[in-house]
């Protein structure tokens, strides 16, 4: 199974030691990862022209670094979304290329989501997953499952097993 990760913004809560636990047991199951740091990338969010739909034929009118997400989106099999919640939902880098994926309307080959959510703080998760229950109704993904984590309780060996776990069973 390919798998592609968006994941956003990793840098000031420990979104990355979550999706590389992640890889290792999605890998240890022999499924192929692509990550993609959508958190370090330049993608603007959806214009709402509609380009893509009318003259673009799915490709969107704007040229940033949604170009390399599009590729993995278009081959995978599986879509996880990685992300810190900084104000009761997934960051705006990761928001920007979720709109974005409009363009191509759902990767097609994908068949199942799951999800990875950490906080500095407690009980914030509902509006993103909220969110990505909205994701999963409208592609028509299984939900795999979500693993939200809240610091200081990332990072341990207890939260990071949940991620191998959660990509084994992908």
């Known amino acids: 199974m390919k ?13 990355k030691a979550m999706v590389e636990a992640f890889v290792a047991g999605a890998e240890e ?8 740091d959508v958190g370090k990338m330049k993608i603007a ?21 949604m170009a390399k997400v599009y590729p993995a ?17 997934m960051t705006a880098q990761i928001q920007a290329a979720i709109q974005r994926i409009y363009a191509i309307d759902h990767p097609p080959k994908a068949t199942k989501a799951a999800m990875m959510l950490t906080s500095m703080s ?6 993103a997953i ?24 990332n990072g341990t060996e207890e939260a990071l097993a949940k991620c191998r776990d959660l990509g084994r069973n992908m």
């Open 45 to 65: 969010g959806c214009l709402a022209c509609e380009y893509c739909h009318t003259k673009g034929d799915g490709a969107c009118v704007q040229k940033d670094d």
């Open 3 to 15: 798998i592609t990760v968006l994941a956003g913004s990793p840098r000031k809560v420990n979104t």
């Open 73 to 89: 989106l278009e081959d995978c099999d599986a879509l996880v979304l990685a992300s810190p919640v900084y104000y009761f939902t």
């Open 29 to 36: 199951a022999g499924h192929e990862v692509t990550v993609l």
């Open 122 to 127: 407690p009980d914030v998760y509902d509006g």
């Open 130 to 153: 909220g969110e990505y229950e909205g994701i999963l109704d409208y592609m028509g993904l299984e939900d795999r499952g979500v693993v939200a984590v809240c610091d200081p309780e």
